[in-house]
Structures are given as C-alpha cells and as structure tokens.
Nanobody
Framework: QVNLVESGGGLVQAGESLRLSCTAS????????MGWFRQTPGKERQFVAA??????VYADSVKGRFTISGDMDKNTVYLQMNSLRPEDTAVYYC???????????????????WGQGTQVTVST
C-alpha cells in the first residue's frame, strides 16, 4: 500500500504561479514513477506531467509553463505551475506507478495509487 498526500492548491489569477507537492509513504521505491493528472466535473482524468528516474513527460498543453521535479529518495514530487490560465482550473491528483519500467506513462490506468486531490482555481 502507498499513501499519497498532496498540497499547494489554491485560488490565483491568470498569469500567476502555484507549486503543488506530493509525498508518498508506505511501499515506495526509488524506481517508481509519480505523476500529476487533473480532472474537471464530468470529464475524464487528464494527464499533466510525470517523472521517473529515466526522465519526465509533459502534456502538450502545459509544456513550457509547468515543470515537474522530484526527490525520489524522499518520495516527493513537485509541480511548478507558471503562467496559469483559467483552463488550468481543475482538481489535481498525484498518482504513483510502483513498477520499475523505464517508460514514464501518461495514462491514468498505469498509476495504481492516488492522492485525495487538491483544487487549483485560476480566475480571469
């Protein structure tokens, strides 16, 4: 079992920044992948960014604005979100893929464990 705790969401104006954090505890390992997804009411969970020792992957919609980083020894991943837009408004979820593959997945089904989510709201 892996537990994930997210923090850092909030209400900001367009153009401002936020940093999300996610810390994993339990049966973690340094080769696992951790990723961020977001979801709005009535829509499927959408990939944002993910990281593993082998690299990082970003959704096209956030490239150049968001940066994912992490300290896998501390089982913590960060999502720095700059130049936020109203369309970035969503609940952001942290996911944990416990496999040791080199591929960094952008598919939600690859992530076995999820945090409770943190709300990000961007106003105009």
């Amino acid at each position: 079992q892996v537990n994930l705790v997210e923090s850092g969401g909030g209400l900001v104006q367009a153009g401002e920044s936020l940093r999300l954090s996610c810390t994993a505890s339990g049966r973690t390992n340094r080769y696992a992948a951790m990723g961020w997804f977001r979801q709005t009411p009535g829509k499927e969970r959408q990939f944002v960014a993910a990281i593993r020792y082998s690299g990082t992957v970003y959704a096209d919609s956030v490239k150049g604005r968001f940066t994912i980083s992490g300290d896998m020894d501390k089982n913590t991943v960060y999502l720095q979100m700059n130049s936020l837009r109203p369309e970035d408004t969503a609940v952001y979820y942290c996911g944990f893929d416990p496999t040791s593959w080199t591929v960094v997945s952008n598919v939600a089904v690859s992530y076995e464990y999820w945090g409770q989510g943190t709300q990000v709201t961007v106003s105009t």
